[in-house]
C-alpha cells in the first residue's frame, strides 16, 4: 500500500486526516491542534477513530501537562492511580524511570487497571524524556485475537469469566505491621473483580479476549491445573508480530489507547538510560 493509499480524506465534519500506520490498529492523526480546545464535533470524531484503530497517536503535540489533563478530560472522569503518589495534577501518573528508578512491570502484557471493577477506559500517554535507542511501546489487538481463535475455541471461551488482582504492586508493600496495614486497606478497596474472558466492546460491539498476564489470575469455572493451562495458552497469543503494533517515540508525541480492545507492553530496552512520560487515564465502565 502507498503511503497516499494509506492517508483516508477527512470524513464528513473530520477537521483532521488520519493515517493508518498499522494492519490491525494503530493510526496517526494529522492537522489536529490538540492545543487548542475540542468542539463536540471534533470530539465526536476523535473518539469515534479511537474506537475505529485502537490506538492513535500525533506527533510533535508538545502539550503542558495542564493541557494533557484538560483534553482527557474530554473523554470522560478521569482515575487517580492508587499505587502512584499524588502531586499538582493527581490525575497524572509520572513514568519516569532510569537507573535509579527501575520499571516495575510496565514491561508485561496488560490492558490497564483490570484489578478495578471499572478497569481502564482509555489511555492517554504523552512524552517528554526519550532515550536516545529503545523504548518503544507495543499495542496488542485483541480483538484480531478473538476472531483468530478457532471457533471451537470461542465458543468455550465464551461464558468464562476469571479473576483479577493487582498482583504486581503488591511488591511495593514491605513485611512491616504498617505496609501490610497499608496493603489490607487497598485489598478491601480493590477487592478482586471477577470479568468475563470474552469481552464486548461498549461502543462498537466487537468481542475481544480480555485476560492478560499482569492482572489475571485464574479462570473461575476451571479447576486449578485447568485454568493455568488455558491462561497460559491464551497468553501467548500477544506475542503474534502480525496482531501488535510497535510505536518508536520522539519528544512531545502522545498517543492515545482503547483498553477494552486492547493490550500493551513497554520495552525496557533503554535501562539505565531515562525514559519519562506522563499518563492520564479515563474511568471504564464493568465489562460485560
Known sequence: MSTQAAISPAAGSRPFTVKRVGSHLGAEVIGL????????????????????????????????????????????????????????????????????????????????????????????????????????????????????????????????????DFQNFRKLFKKTPEDQERLRKMEELYPNPIHPVIRTHPISGRKCLYVNPQFTIRIVELDEDESRVLLDYLFQQVHVPEYQFRFHWGVGDIIFWDNSSTQHYAANDYYPNRRRMERTAVIGDKPF
Not at 490497564?112 to 477506559?121: A, E, N, Q, S
Open 33 to 164: 491542534d490538540l492545543k487548542k480546545p475540542l468542539d463536540a464535533a471534533t470530539f465526536n470524531a476523535l473518539e469515534a477513530t479511537l474506537v475505529e484503530h485502537k490506538v492513535i497517536f500525533v506527533r510533535g503535540a508538545n502539550l503542558t501537562t495542564k493541557e494533557h489533563v484538560d483534553l482527557s478530560r474530554n473523554f470522560g472522569d478521569l482515575e487517580v492511580h492508587p499505587f502512584r503518589p499524588e502531586g499538582e495534577f493527581p490525575e497524572i501518573m509520572v513514568l519516569d524511570n532510569h537507573k535509579d528508578n527501575p520499571v516495575l512491570s510496565t514491561d508485561v502484557w496488560h490492558s490497564d487497571t483490570t484489578f478495578r471493577i471499572k478497569p481502564t477506559k482509555y489511555t492517554i500517554l504523552r512524552s517528554q524524556i526519550i532515550p536516545d535507542v529503545g523504548g518503544d511501546t507495543l499495542w496488542c489487538d485483541m480483538e484480531t485475537v478473538y476472531e483468530c481463535l478457532s471457533a471451537p475455541m470461542r465458543k468455550f471461551l465464551d461464558g468464562l469469566t476469571a479473576v483479577h
